[in-house]
């Protein structure tokens, strides 16, 4: 059995592969593979170990249907044409759970870096701006007894909800399709609608996945509910805030502030009019950027595609419907 690895990935995944027998190639280079070259190379393979940014939808799987596997490195899987994988009986496999740590880390890192303007700061010592000191100037905004309104309260908006808790005594609000009823129960966490999460929240944070109901969700109609002094972040997918219509929102006053380690587009322009504001925290998707979260991503997605190649059901599925 051969398996095709679309870009490097840490060590513990590949001898996961190697000890299940398994002949392992993997992309080298420094570049994204493109469509064509990752159906050449999935069909000379048995399974696939791929990455969101590339695009498995219903060309590719009809081009690959060969494929017994396809094990994600990623939580999210909107890049996946799921229904025609399940249709052709492909099963898929994602990395849930072993990033949710590092994950709201970056959320309340940016939290902290965006309420402090510690980007703008840091670039004033660059810019040789860190001189006379002015009592009023550049402000930033404290954290303490504020409402944080979780978006999406699943995994790593739990954690998110946990470490604002804990540190800063929040309020804790969250809109879900359904109740989570541990963070009910541990944090006093309180569902709301979609409105009253806008109005109510002094700090709004994204941990949704990427839908056709959340894409777009955050747009200007929806920053204009929100309070002038409320922080907007976003560690999810870039595509649930519209970007032009954040950028305006902050031009307008409208919110305080933003912070992003996910853009819409992606990788963001280096012109961004974002990337200039005081009040906005950008960070280039390293949510998952430690060594524990990405060997564990490593480690499921190889324990994913061994299942499927020996016809075994996959720790992870993201359609088990397909191996009941």
């Known amino acids: 059995m051969k398996i095709f690895v679309s870009r490097k990935i840490p060590e513990i995944g590949y001898q996961l592969l190697r000890d299940a027998g398994l002949e392992v190639n993997s992309w080298g280079d420094d570049r994204m593979l493109t469509k064509e070259?990752?159906?050449?190379?999935?069909?000379?393979?048995?399974?696939?170990?791929?990455?969101?940014?590339?695009?498995?939808?219903?060309d590719f799987l009809n081009e690959c249907k060969h494929l017994k596997v396809i094990s994600l490195y990623s939580v999210g899987y909107d890049n996946m044409d799921v229904a025609e994988a399940t249709r052709l009986k492909i099963p898929l496999?994602?990395?849930?759970?072993?990033l949710s740590d590092a994950t709201a880390d970056i959320a309340f890192t940016l939290l902290l870096m965006t309420s402090r303007k510690a980007i703008f700061h840091?670039?004033?010592i660059l810019n040789q701006q860190w001189d006379f000191f002015r009592p009023t100037a550049n402000l930033g905004i404290e954290l303490k007894n504020k409402t944080?309104?979780?978006?999406?309260?699943?995994?790593?908006g739990m954690e998110m909800a946990k470490r604002c808790r804990g540190a800063y005594n929040m309020n804790v609000i969250y809109h879900n399709r359904s109740d989570n009823k541990r963070a009910e129960k541990e944090l006093g966490a309180k569902?709301?609608?979609?409105?009253?999460?806008?109005?109510?929240?002094?700090?709004?944070?994204?941990?949704?996945?990427l839908t056709p109901e959340t894409k777009g969700a955050f747009n200007y109609a929806a920053f204009s509910k929100m309070k002038s002094n409320a922080i907007f972040i976003n560690t999810s997918?870039?595509?649930?805030?519209?970007?032009?219509?954040?950028?305006?929102?902050?031009n307008e006053k409208l919110i305080w502030g933003a912070g992003l380690d996910v853009t819409n587009p992606e990788p963001m322009k280096p012109d961004s009019s974002l990337l200039s504001m005081p009040?906005?925290?950008?960070?280039?998707?390293?949510?998952?950027?430690?060594?524990e979260a990405r060997n564990g991503m490593a480690r499921i997605a190889a324990e994913n595609a061994i299942a499927g190649l020996r016809g075994e059901k996959l720790p992870h599925p993201i359609n088990p419907e397909v191996q009941q």
């Open 237 to 250: 997918r870039g595509g649930v805030h519209n970007e032009e219509d954040l950028i305006k929102a902050l």
């Open 37 to 58: 070259e990752l159906i050449g190379y999935a069909k000379q393979h048995d399974a696939l170990i791929c990455m969101n940014g590339e695009k498995i939808d219903k």
């Open 148 to 156: 944080l309104g979780i978006f999406g309260l699943g995994r790593i």
């Open 191 to 209: 569902r709301v609608s979609f409105d009253e999460l806008l109005s109510q929240s002094d700090i709004v944070s994204v941990h949704s996945a």
């Open 279 to 291: 009040n906005v925290s950008v960070l280039p998707h390293i949510g998952s950027a430690t060594e």
């Open 122 to 124: 840091h670039k004033r």
């Open 93 to 98: 496999g994602n990395t849930p759970d072993v």
